[in-house]
């Protein structure tokens, strides 16, 4: 008797140590980091984001469990985040000083390292699926401009007018950003609503906040996407790392995928998406270590943010620098989680 009790404990320590199964498929997103602090936003405003951000890794999730593509499940959720106010991408993007909207946005397959961007789109209502033409209808990487919008009527995506971008929210952050700076505030678009009282109490986003999703199908394929309306008060089309392959975004099956958020000009310079994947391909780290010193590399140089980092059996690591992140995860065979400030919960 007494032997066979301790071959049944030895045989419950032995399942309770053995590896978690990969899951099926898994997907991640974030919505932006920054100053984002419970104080400063309202359990009103909070459960808004949180109710987003699950609805559009559940929508994500839906694509996976299917057994769609990992690409098809990251520029569905993009879209989703694109077209919600609450998030600078798409409608709801920042302006620049000139008072426009100039969206970024890129995707990467991790089967073949195939990519596509563009920059400083202003027609184009979602850049996250013109980003995916560039990769797959051209023989190019990145547009930008006019000519990107060019190719977007050419691949016969959806336009829109300007003002279809504009929010009195992101509108108000302009002007109190160029009055502080000393610059002059330029006139309200043509043709958007007059100026609205605001009863929201929305956290400082720190005029960084992006979108990005991490997928990887039921056949083990990894992609990636990051779509962005940049920094408040951007000038002389500024260009930050969201549409940069290597530095807010990157995918490579066997490997791992990345999306990133925040001062872009440091996250250009230390290459972050590439470098997390390099460290796991290269060291041997896990994507918790490889996310967690790359980010400390970017607190260095003065510069802040976090990433989404998936590795290549679909287990997720979050790393950042500032009080909070949006943050939605979804795998297989399990419920959806969200997460915003930095001291949450991880899973």
């Known amino acids: 008797m007494r032997a066979a009790v301790v071959a049944a404990l030895l045989a419950l320590c032995a399942c309770a140590s053995a590896p978690q199964e990969a899951p099926r498929w898994s997907i991640v997103l974030h919505g932006g980091a920054g100053v984002i602090e419970r104080e400063r936003i309202t359990p009103e405003v909070e459960q808004q984001y949180r109710a987003a951000l699950r609805d559009a890794v559940e929508a994500g999730g839906a ?17 989703r985040l694109e077209d919600d106010p609450l998030f600078n991408a798409g409608r709801g993007a920042v302006f620049t000083a000139e008072g426009r909207n100039e969206l970024d946005a890129s995707i990467m397959d991790g089967r073949s390292r195939a990519a596509g961007a563009v920059a400083g789109v202003t027609r184009t209502r979602h850049p996250i699926s013109l980003a995916r033409r560039v990769m797959e209808q051209s023989p190019h990487v990145m547009l930008m401009g006019e000519g990107a919008e ?4 050419a691949q016969a995506l959806e336009q829109v007018e300007p003002g279809y971008f504009f929010t009195e929210r992101r509108w108000r952050q302009l002007e109190e950003n160029l009055r502080a700076n000393g610059l002059p505030v330029p006139p ?9 009282a605001l009863n929201e109490s929305h956290p400082d986003d720190h005029q960084f906040g992006t979108v990005g999703v991490v997928a990887r199908d039921v056949r083990g394929d990894l992609a990636a ?3 962005t309306g ?4 951007k000038r002389w089309g500024r260009v930050g790392d969201a549409p940069v392959i290597g530095a807010g975004t990157y995918a490579q099956n066997g490997v791992c995928g990345v999306s990133a958020t925040g001062t872009g000009e440091y996250f250009i310079r230390v290459g972050v998406a590439r ?17 967690d010193r790359v980010i400390a590399e970017v607190g260095a140089m003065a510069g802040d943010g976090g990433v989404i980092v998936m590795d290549r059996q679909g287990a997720v690591a979050y790393s950042m620098n500032t009080p909070g992140m949006y943050r939605a995860h979804m795998r297989s065979g399990a419920p959806s989680t969200v997460r915003i400030f930095a001291d949450e919960e991880t899973e």
Do not use: H, K, Y
């Open 150 to 153: 060019a190719f977007s009527r």
């Open 188 to 196: 309200r678009p043509v043709g958007v609503p007059s100026p609205q």
């Open 275 to 291: 470098a997390i994947c390099a460290r796991m391909e290269l060291n041997g780290e896990s994507a918790q270590e490889a996310a």
């Open 225 to 227: 996407g990051t779509s």
């Open 63 to 79: 694509v996976l469990d299917s057994g769609g593509a990992s690409l098809d499940a990251v520029e569905t959720v993009i879209q």
């Open 230 to 233: 940049g920094t408040t008060g």
